[in-house]
């Protein structure tokens, strides 16, 4: 019987610890809440209530420790119900508190039993507060007896609450994580049976299994489906703890501290919970601790006293963000790069070459952060390396951003792994693949004669999407598992964003959408960084996970997207002549090839030529509900009597026009060097592409001949002189594309090869009404050159439109600095013209 | 044989006509691997992942790993589970032999002619009755592609 007994208090024991622990984690977020407004009886009722349960199991169990000091807590927070003011020093009295009752409770945990001790000195403290606090003539409601018998006094108003949270608490139960992950195992096993029953009565046509086995299919699909949603927690799980942290730290180091958490139901594997736990406590801790400035110094700084912290967590992707940012003091880069010299991490040399953001990494580096005076002078705090390597251990990434005086936003991005994700399944040469379905867009499907095919013209494929090219590549050859097969007569497209590359996959078959376990990827083979992780499918085969960041990377490297020559130039600034660009080839008239930038090129399009009609000598053509102007490249282009017509069609604005051409030929990424002193119209000049001479088309040439009012309309200005533009950019290709498509749009146009020659023509007398500089120039950049401007009366006024590849937010904050107006990426070409117009609009009001 | 107090008991297995020898105290399970799903990209060794019991295995093709010519297409292979790190791996093997009982004292460390293949991840051999038992250092055979190009 004895035995018996201790079994049972053993159990109670155990489900006690279980049960508090959960309690004392709510009593602590409340307590912060509580301080923060004092009059919710809500929630004070709620804290009592707790206080109160831990109190009186305690009494059952016979724990005397526990017993007295839950008493003397509850006393007092008892007196608060009763309408006593709250003190911030009764608040931390209380958390002091709870930190002991942790305490004995982890003692309990593992002697089974209380340890031998007193605490009288908190008793007595809380006995102490409570009679300060007593309201005179108040009922003596939460004298209970000392017993703890159960007999609480209800409170009033919470009562309605009361059964609420208890059906809540029927519909939970709690399971051990063992239990789950058995679980999760014997339904892989289950599935697995049942695929080999499928493929038995498969064999054998008029089974009379058939229908029953459909049923067990079914259910243990449903089963399956089941299991692993018990293993997804909200995020807010692993932040209970930080208010009160918090608030901790905000009353130890004198800083009012608003802390904000979003996204807070935000699910994540369990498992990853539990893993970014610690760093997450410790990036708040270090916000608190080291980014957010003393209520002087913010005041100084014209800041709100308060300080806040702001958590966030959200899906993207096919990833978990959290961000963690503070509106403190920021990180000083200047001072980071003197440390990271110091420590010998880079030469003098190489900071100096060195992005803010590129010099806030060192704060992650072991040994940079833990010694204190590189803390006092960085401004962060111990131990961030730590927090990386937590983070990287789970195949996750951190990265800073910071604004001198604004503050620091730290954002963690966990992949893939562990997480349950809805994913595509795709086959690409005969193996099944998942592609998270956060990262697609859409699904094209391809055939030959189809509206949608794929232009396969040599090495580069596109697609024509509405308004787009898309680039396109093949799985089955980034994964270097190509079968011979071709796969462009009949395909799936699968349209995939990864930040703002968009690019199509094409892959053999598309079969259905499933919630896939992501299981991290074997750590031998994680190199290989197109797989994020790898998964057991429904029918129990593995398969890989694509990671949509690792091919977006891949593809920015190959040479297919329009978008790598960007990419390209970001990386090879090292001369003019290592960038390439994208150029559209085609031949029309002669056989020599002719090229055209294909960012300026909107559409190619096959019409049926017997569709080309002529009125009033010029031709048309129905196009999208609208009479497309067409335009021969030359007149020795002969328009085709019949079949297809290829075109190339430039639209803007509403407005398109095609250009008539032989064939299209290929799409080619060439480092440019374009020879100009062409007299021909309609050319700009030529170029060595692909070892060919060949003809660059001057477009500008071409958009009048479709509508004569072009130029002036869209100018905006036809009446008036044009607006003066003065064009800066060190790479000839750029100046000699932008400088036609600003004067098709009705701008005067001078251009410039630098800062300084720029500036020599203001110096010369020169006036201009706006100014387009490339950001990226070698000796003075397009910044410098803006903040001399504005020193100079006579130019500080004059608008100034930025032009770079480099769109991250840290440039767009220095432009703003420095004075640019407006900011454009460079191969956004009605961008720029709409931001010449808006500029120049405000220039006429000013005139 | 019996007569050391410290004796180790190995799984044994022949990969290639060789006798290999695996600890008992690092083997998981044996199975049959069915069902590989490859891995693009990877080294050839990595033959490629499996489900066992809802565990994704990473299955290792000791014959290249060893630098040996593949198996024959069709012939039945053994797998010996193992695992490293809480990973699962799995080492393909030609078929599975005995266990064996041998005292850890009779453990020699490789012999200086020792193929290089081998001995890059032996942990030493055992003299059998004309037989050599060459024991597998986990570690060093899950070192897939660090010493694979050295060879």
Redesign the interface.
Known sequence: MALQKVFVMDELLRDFLTETHESIDVVDVELVRFEQEPNNAQILGRIFRLVHTIKGTCGFLSLPRLEALTHAAETLIGNFRDGAPVTSEAVSLILATIDRIKLLLDELERNHAEQAGDDRDLIEQLERAAAQVAVPGAPKGPQVAPSGSGQAPEADAPQAETSAESQVARQSIRVHVDTLEQLMTMVSELVLTRNQLLEIVRRHEDSEFKAPLQRLSNVTAELQEGVMKTRMQPIGNAWQKLPRIVRDLSNELGKPIEFEMHGAETELDRQVLDLIKDPLTHMVRNSADHGIEHPAVRAAAGKPEKGTIRLSAWHEGGHIIIEIADDGRGLDAQKIKAAAVARGLASEAEVEKMSDVQAFKYIFTPGFSTANQITSVSGRGVGLDVVRANIDEIGGTIDVKSVPGRGSSFTIKIPLTLAIVSALIVEAAGDRFAIPQLAVVELVRVRANSEHRIERIKDAAVLRLRNKLLPLVTLKSMLRIADGRDEAQSAFIVVMQVGNQTFGVVVDAVFHTEEIVVKPMCSRLRNITLFGGNTILGDGAVIMIIDPNGLANAIGSSAAAQHAAESARETEQRSEDASTESLLVFRAGSPQPKAVHLSLVTRLEEIDAKTIEGVDGRLMVQYRGQLMPLVLVNEDVRIKEKGVQPLLVFADEGRSMGLIVDEIVDIVEERLRIELASQRPGVLGSAIIKGQATEVVDIAHYLPLAFEDWLAWAGGRPDRSPVRVLLIDDAPFFRNMLAPVLKAAGYAVTPAASAQEALALFEGGERFDIVVTDLDMPGMDGFDFTAEMRKSPRTAAIPVIGLSSLASPETIERGRKVGLHDYVAKFDRSGLIAALKEQTAEVNVAA | MSTTDHTIEYVTATIGGQLFGLPISGVQDVFMPE?L??????APE?A????L????V?AIDMRLRLGLPPAEEGKPRMAIGIES?G?S?GLLIDAIGEVIRLPAASRESNPVNLDARLSRVSAGVHRLDGNLLVVLDMDRV?D??AHAEAA
Not at chain 2, 48 to 51: D, Q, V
Request: glycine share 14%; proline share 4%; no cysteine.
């Open positions: 069902r799903t490859r891995v693009p990209l990877a990595f490629g992942m499996l489900n019991r809802g565990r994704i990473t790190k990973e791996y899950l897939v592609g």
